[in-house]
């Protein structure tokens, strides 16, 4: 069956550290791969997408990987802020206009 | 741009009522999808239109779920009758269409509390 796992329900991590979550697929082809942010009482917001021939892609602190041979991507916040808590989701696109598929979300939290 | 418009945000209601969530969605966008979000389950897909027009609703947990879009600005997603079960927060996305992919605008959403 189809499955997208991200690595744990919750992430702590220490402020200044890099934050790495990690998303990972079973039984898909995903066309692309996007990374979404989202804060308590809000809406997820897009953060990024990396296409399924693109190794890495970085936008300032972030930076994603997506390796189709793992099926996993893996996502990074360096130096990371109080400010960068949040649940962070990933979603596979296949090709064709046909919907994102979402995982269930990181919950990271930067202590002070 | 406003953005994605939901409403209510909160809606509180009893069993066997009624439930209508409403959205605008973003000006140009294309596609436009329902999704439900729990913390057991996720973001789950309900429904999704392009121009208007629905194209998949397996998404749908059962016929006491419908979603309408009767033009490209507006779009309803009707329980009846409610049950507690359906105590979740509901969102609606915009998206333009474009080939290769492209990202959703999601909604504040509507957080439902069915009792």
């Known amino acids: 069956s189809q499955k997208i796992e991200q690595n744990s329900e919750a992430l702590n991590i220490q402020e200044g550290k890099t934050a790495t979550l990690t998303c990972n697929y079973t039984?898909?082809?995903?066309?692309?791969l996007q990374w979404y942010r989202q804060d308590p009482g809000r809406g997820p917001v897009f953060l990024l997408l990396?296409?399924?021939?693109?190794k890495e892609k970085r936008k300032e602190r972030l930076k994603v990987t997506f390796d189709t041979t793992l099926k996993q991507s893996l996502f990074h916040i360096t130096a990371s802020q109080p400010a960068d808590s949040a649940t962070y989701l990933c979603?596979?696109?296949?090709?064709?206009?046909?919907?994102?598929?979402f995982g269930k979300g990181t919950r990271l939290s930067v202590i002070a | 741009d406003a953005g994605v418009i939901q409403s209510p945000r909160h809606e509180v209601t009893e069993m066997g009522q009624e439930v209508t969530l409403r959205c605008k969605p973003i000006s140009g966008h294309n596609s436009l999808f329902w999704y439900r979000q729990t913390m057991m389950r996720g973001l789950e897909l309900l429904i999704y239109?392009?121009?208007?027009?629905?194209?998949?609703d397996s998404g749908m947990p059962e016929d006491r779920f419908s979603a309408k879009m009767p033009n490209a600005s507006f779009s309803t997603l009707k329980i009846q009758p409610s049950e507690p079960r359906d105590s979740a927060v509901y969102f609606c996305a915009s998206q333009p269409v474009r080939p290769g992919g492209d990202t959703q605008y999601f909604g504040p959403g509507t957080r439902l509390t069915v009792l």
């Open positions: 979603a596979l696109g296949v090709a064709g206009n046909t919907p994102l598929v």
């Open positions: 039984n898909y082809s995903p066309a692309y």
């Open positions: 239109f392009n121009n208007n027009v629905p194209i998949d």
């Open positions: 990396i296409r399924e021939n693109e």
